[in-house]
C-alpha cells in the first residue's frame, strides 16, 4: 500500500477545493484511506493519520472511529506517537463515551513516567476530560507531582487538581497539605496556578476559604512586588509585570476579604497603590483597573476606597474602547444601590452613554440614568430621558416609557409636571406604553381637580387630527367626555384658553370612531365620551342621540351593545340619566398585599391582584374566588379579604360603572353570608373600615407575647398581637420586617393565608422597601377573625428582590402564643 500523503499535503489540497461539496469529496476520500490503513494495523503510519484525522474533526467533520488508534498511540513508547495520542483523546473523547477508561492505566503509568514532558502530556489530558472515576483513582499520583520540585509539572499538576475537585469536591482535603508552599514558589507560572487551585478550593468549601484567610499577608506581598518591581522581559505585558498573575490574585482576595472585617483591613493599602499606580493607556492596565474595582466593591473597604473605585469606572465611561465603556456602566448599576451619592458625580457622563451607536451601552446607560434619578434632579434626568425616548430604537421604547412613568409617579415635583410630562410620553411613544398606563393616567387626572381645565385643553389640542398614538387618544377621549363642558367653556387659566364649540368637539369624537387607525378600545372610549357629553352640552343631545342609534347594528358587538344600552337610556331611563353620567369622583388607588398573578402586559409581565369573594354558604365548589389556594399551595386554607374603600350609599350611578367607567374601578364588597359549618355571628366590622387611620381597639389585651414567624437570608419577620376585650374573636397582627444584610431589598410583598375556619384581611404595609443593616423596619396590620377560637396556622409568601435578584419563599407559621387565640 502506497504511502499516505503528509498532513501538510492535505491541507493544501482542501484549502484548493472551490466548494463545499468538493471539499467534502476530499475529505470523504482521505477517511476512506485512513479506514483501510487502520483495518491493516498500520504502526508505521498512524500517527500521521491520528493527526490528518484531527485536523478533520477541527474543520466539523466525523472522526469518531479514530478513538481506538488514538489509545493505540497513547500506548506507545514514542513520545510523538503519545503527542498526538493524547492529543486526539482529548479532542475525541469525553466522559460520555466508556472508552475513556481505558486510558486509565496508561495516564497512571505515564505520570509515573521519567520523561517530565510525558508526565505533562498525562497532566493536560486528565485535566481536560477526566470523569470522576479517573479523577478517584489518579488523585493520589496528582498529589504527589504537585510536590515535586519540578515547576513544570507543579503548574500542570495544580491545573489538574482543580479539574479534580471539580469532579470530586471530597478530595479537596487530599490537596490541603501540598498547597502550604505553593505561594513561596519564584516561577510565575507556579503561582498563577497556585492562585487558581486556591480560589477553586475557596469558592467550594467555606471551611478551605477560612483556612486559607491567614495567606492573605502573603498574597498582599506577591502583589505589592508584582507593582514595585522593574521591568521583567519574562514577564511584561505593555509596561505591566504580569498582569495575569496580578488578575489572578485580585480575584483570590476578593473571595478571601468578602464578608471578613480583618482580611479586607490587611488589604485595603494595596488595593489603593493598585488603583493609583497602574497605568491606564493600554487595555492591560484597565483590566487590571476593573479587578481592582470589583474587589474594592465586594470586600468590606473603607468608604474612601469605593469612591476612589467608582471615580475609576467613571474614567472607564471617557474611555474610546466600547467593551471599556460596556464593563463600566454595569459595574456602576451594581454599586448605585450601595454608594448613589458617589455615582451621582459622574451623572452628565452617563447621560452622554445614551447617544452612543451601541446599542448594550444604551441599555446600560438608560437602565443607570433610571437608577440616579431621585427628587433633586428629576426635572433635569426627566428631560434627558425624554429626549432619548424620542430617539431611540423601538427596542428601548417600552423599557424606557415605564421607567419614566416610575420615576415620575416616585418623584414628581407637581401634578401639573407629572400630568405634562407623561402625556409627553405618550404623544412621543404612546404604541409602546404598558397597557395600565391608560388607566393610571386617567387616575392621575381625576385626583388633580385644579387641572382638570387645563388637561383636557391640552389632551384636545394634542390629538387634534393625529390618531396614531391609541393610548393618548383614550385618555383624550375619556377626559372631553368627563370635562367637556371645560372645555367648551374656555375655564384654563394655566395657558390661553381655545374657543371650542360644542359641535367641534363631537366632530373630533366622531372621527376617532370611524378612523381606520382606532381599535375596539379606543372607539369604545369615543362612544362612552359622546355618551357622557349628552348630560354636559345643551345644544347637540339630538346628535348625540343619532350618532349612538348608528352604533347599535355595528358589526363590532362591544361598540354594539355599548350603543343598544345607551339607546335604552335615552329612550326608558331618560330620568336617570343625568345621575348615571355625572362626573366621576376621585379615586382611591388600592394597593392590594393579597394574592397576585402574573397578567401579560405588551410582552411584559407584572403582577396583578386576584379577584376574590367572601365564601358563600353550603359547600364551596373550587372556582377562582380561591385561586391563593395554588398560590400558596394548600388545600385547607381561605384567600385574603383585600382591603377595600368604605362603602358609600348605592347610587344610580352604581349600575353602569363598568360600562361608563372604562377603568377598574373596585366597590364596597357585599356583605358574605356565614359558612354552612361556623355558627351565624355578626361580621365584625373590621371587614369593611378600609386603611383607618384611628386605634385599632381601645380596650387591648396585653402581654401576648412576640414571635419570630421567619429568618433567612438576612429577612427577619416578626409578630405582635393585640385582643379586643369586647370582641375576642378578632386577633390584629403586626409583622415587622426587618434586613440584616448590606442591601436593601426592594418591591418587598407580604402574603399570608389561614385554614377556612378563619377569615384574615391584609392591610397596606408602610412600605415596600426594607433598609438594609437593620436601619428599619417594614410594619403591615394582619386582622384575624377567629369565631371557633381554634388553634391559629398561617401560610406565608415573601417576595422581594435582593442583589439584582428577584427573591421568593413559603414558610408555615404554627407556633402562634395561646393568648393570640384562646
Known amino acids: 500500500m502506497p504511502a499516505p500523503i503528509r498532513l501538510r499535503e492535505l491541507i493544501r489540497t482542501i484549502r484548493t477545493a472551490r466548494t463545499q461539496a468538493e471539499e467534502r469529496e476530499m475529505i470523504q476520500k482521505e477517511c476512506a484511506a485512513i479506514r483501510s490503513s487502520f483495518r491493516e494495523e498500520d504502526n508505521t503510519y498512524r500517527c500521521r493519520n491520528v493527526a490528518k484525522l484531527l485536523y478533520m474533526h477541527m474543520l466539523g467533520y466525523p472522526a469518531h472511529f479514530g478513538q481506538l488508534e488514538c489509545l493505540k498511540l497513547i500506548a506507545s513508547q514514542k513520545f510523538t506517537d503519545k503527542?498526538?495520542?493524547?492529543?486526539?483523546?482529548?479532542?475525541?473523547?469525553?466522559?460520555?463515551?466508556?472508552?475513556?477508561?481505558?486510558?486509565?492505566?496508561?495516564?497512571?503509568?505515564?505520570?509515573?513516567?521519567?520523561?517530565?514532558?510525558?508526565?505533562?502530556?498525562?497532566?493536560?489530558?486528565l485535566g481536560c476530560m477526566?470523569?470522576?472515576?479517573?479523577?478517584?483513582?489518579?488523585?493520589?499520583?496528582?498529589?504527589?507531582?504537585?510536590?515535586?520540585?519540578?515547576?513544570?509539572?507543579?503548574?500542570?499538576?495544580?491545573?489538574?487538581?482543580?479539574?479534580?475537585?471539580?469532579?470530586?469536591?471530597?478530595?479537596?482535603?487530599?490537596?490541603?497539605?501540598?498547597?502550604?508552599?505553593l505561594l513561596n514558589e519564584k516561577n510565575h507560572g507556579v503561582l498563577h496556578t497556585s492562585v487558581v487551585l486556591l480560589t477553586e478550593m475557596c469558592e467550594r468549601s467555606p471551611d478551605m476559604l477560612a483556612h486559607f484567610r491567614k495567606l492573605v499577608p502573603q498574597l498582599v506581598r506577591i502583589l505589592k512586588n508584582l507593582i514595585m518591581s522593574g521591568y521583567s522581559p519574562e514577564h511584561d505585558v505593555s509596561g505591566i509585570s504580569d498582569p495575569f498573575l496580578q488578575v489572578r490574585i485580585l480575584r483570590l482576595l476578593r473571595i478571601l476579604g468578602r464578608n471578613d472585617d480583618d482580611s479586607s483591613e490587611?488589604?485595603?493599602?494595596?488595593?489603593?497603590?493598585?488603583?493609583?499606580?497602574?497605568?491606564?493607556?493600554?487595555?492591560v492596565g484597565n483590566a487590571i483597573l476593573y479587578e481592582t474595582v470589583l474587589t474594592i466593591m465586594d470586600i468590606k473597604s473603607e468608604s474612601g476606597l469605593r469612591v476612589l473605585a467608582i471615580n475609576i469606572l467613571g474614567r472607564f465611561l471617557l474611555n474610546n474602547d466600547k467593551n471599556i465603556r460596556y464593563v463600566a456602566l454595569t459595574s456602576l448599576l451594581k454599586t448605585v444601590q450601595t454608594d448613589h451619592n458617589a455615582v451621582q458625580r459622574h451623572r452628565s457622563t452617563i447621560v452622554d452613554c445614551l447617544k452612543d451607536l451601541d446599542v448594550s451601552i444604551k441599555r446600560r446607560a438608560m437602565e443607570l440614568s433610571f437608577a440616579l434619578v431621585n427628587g433633586n434632579?428629576?426635572?433635569?434626568?426627566?428631560k434627558e430621558l425624554l429626549y432619548f425616548l424620542d430617539s431611540c430604537e423601538p427596542e428601548f421604547k417600552a423599557d424606557c416609557a415605564s421607567g419614566i412613568f416610575l420615576a415620575a409617579e416616585k418623584y414628581a415635583p407637581s401634578k401639573r409636571w407629572h400630568i405634562d410630562t407623561i402625556m409627553r410620553v405618550l404623544t412621543t411613544a404612546g404604541s409602546y406604553v404598558r397597557d395600565d398606563a391608560v388607566p393610571n393616567l386617567i387616575q392621575l387626572i381625576t385626583n388633580s381637580v385644579e387641572m382638570h381645565a387645563y388637561t383636557v385643553q391640552r389632551l384636545y389640542k394634542a390629538i387634534l387630527g393625529d390618531y396614531s398614538q391609541q393610548p393618548l387618544v383614550q385618555v383624550a377621549a375619556w377626559c372631553i367626555g368627563e370635562y367637556g363642558d371645560l372645555l367648551v367653556s374656555g375655564q384654563c387659566e394655566e395657558e390661553e384658553p381655545i374657543q371650542v364649540t360644542e359641535d367641534e368637539v363631537l366632530d373630533i369624537l366622531e372621527?376617532?370612531?370611524?378612523?381606520?387607525?382606532?381599535?375596539s378600545v379606543t372607539r369604545g372610549y369615543a362612544l362612552t365620551a359622546i355618551m357622557k357629553l349628552s348630560t354636559r352640552f345643551t345644544c347637540t343631545v339630538n346628535r348625540i342621540k343619532k350618532v349612538v342609534s348608528i352604533y347599535g347594528s355595528s358589526i363590532d358587538v362591544e361598540l354594539q351593545q355599548r350603543a343598544v344600552e345607551y339607546n335604552a337610556l335615552f329612550k326608558k331611563y331618560d330620568h336617570m340619566r343625568s345621575a348615571l353620567l355625572e362626573r366621576m369622583p376621585v379615586m382611591e388607588k388600592v394597593t392590594t398585599n393579597g394574592p397576585t398573578e402574573i397578567v401579560q402586559t405588551n410582552g411584559e409581565t407584572e403582577p396583578a391582584p386576584l379577584e376574590t369573594k367572601p365564601p358563600p354558604s353550603g359547600p364551596q365548589p373550587t372556582s377562582q374566588a380561591n385561586d391563593l389556594l395554588d398560590l400558596l399551595g394548600g388545600n385547607d386554607i381561605t384567600p385574603v379579604i383585600p382591603t377595600a374603600p368604605t362603602s358609600k350609599p348605592a347610587s344610580a350611578g352604581g349600575e353602569l360603572l363598568d360600562l361608563l367607567g372604562d377603568i377598574n374601578l373596585t366597590g364596597a364588597?357585599?356583605?358574605?353570608?356565614?359558612?354552612?359549618?361556623?355558627?351565624?355571628?355578626?361580621?365584625?366590622?373590621?371587614?369593611?373600615?378600609?386603611l383607618s387611620s384611628q386605634p385599632l381597639f381601645n380596650d387591648i389585651t396585653t402581654g401576648i407575647p412576640s414571635i419570630t414567624a421567619y429568618s433567612k437570608n438576612g429577612l427577619k419577620i416578626e409578630f405582635t398581637f393585640e385582643r379586643s376585650n369586647t370582641n375576642p374573636s378578632v386577633t390584629v397582627i403586626t409583622i415587622q420586617a426587618s434586613n440584616s444584610t448590606e442591601l436593601d431589598m426592594t418591591d418587598f410583598v407580604f402574603q399570608a393565608a389561614v385554614p377556612k375556619t378563619f377569615q384574615l384581611q391584609l392591610l397596606s404595609p408602610s412600605s415596600s422597601i426594607v433598609p438594609a443593616f437593620n436601619t428599619g423596619t417594614i410594619t403591615q396590620v394582619i386582622k384575624v377573625?377567629?369565631?371557633?377560637?381554634?388553634?391559629?396556622?398561617?401560610?406565608?409568601?415573601?417576595?422581594?428582590?435582593?442583589?439584582?435578584?428577584?427573591?421568593?419563599?413559603?414558610?408555615?407559621?404554627?407556633?402562634?402564643?395561646?393568648?393570640?387565640?384562646?
Not at 486526539?88 to 460520555?96: F, N
Not at 489603593?272 to 487595555?283: D, G, I
Not at 356565614?674 to 351565624?680: D, E, G, I, R, T
Not at 388553634?791 to 413559603?810: P, W
Open 785 to 822: 377573625l377567629n369565631p371557633q377560637k381554634q388553634q391559629l396556622r398561617m401560610r406565608i409568601k415573601l417576595t422581594y428582590n435582593h442583589k439584582g435578584s428577584a427573591m421568593q419563599d413559603l414558610a408555615e407559621v404554627n407556633n402562634f402564643p395561646p393568648q393570640s387565640w384562646q
Open 83 to 125: 503527542r498526538i495520542g493524547y492529543l486526539g483523546a482529548m479532542l475525541l473523547l469525553d466522559e460520555r463515551q466508556d472508552v475513556h477508561l481505558l486510558m486509565t492505566n496508561c495516564i497512571k503509568n505515564d505520570l509515573n513516567h521519567s520523561t517530565q514532558y510525558v508526565q505533562g502530556l498525562a497532566l493536560c489530558t
Open 511 to 519: 372621527s376617532v370612531l370611524i378612523s381606520n387607525m382606532s381599535t
Open 377 to 382: 434632579n428629576i426635572r433635569g434626568m426627566m
Open 266 to 283: 490587611a488589604m485595603n493599602d494595596i488595593l489603593a497603590q493598585v488603583a493609583t499606580n497602574t497605568e491606564t493607556s493600554k487595555n
Open 130 to 181: 477526566g470523569s470522576s472515576e479517573m479523577c478517584r483513582d489518579l488523585a493520589g499520583e496528582v498529589e504527589k507531582l504537585l510536590k515535586t520540585s519540578n515547576s513544570y509539572l507543579r503548574k500542570k499538576a495544580a491545573l489538574c487538581a482543580v479539574h479534580v475537585i471539580r469532579k470530586v469536591p471530597e478530595l479537596m482535603e487530599m490537596f490541603l497539605p501540598a498547597t502550604k508552599n
Open 669 to 690: 364588597p357585599a356583605a358574605a353570608p356565614a359558612p354552612a359549618s361556623v355558627p351565624q355571628i355578626s361580621q365584625p366590622p373590621f371587614l369593611l373600615d378600609g
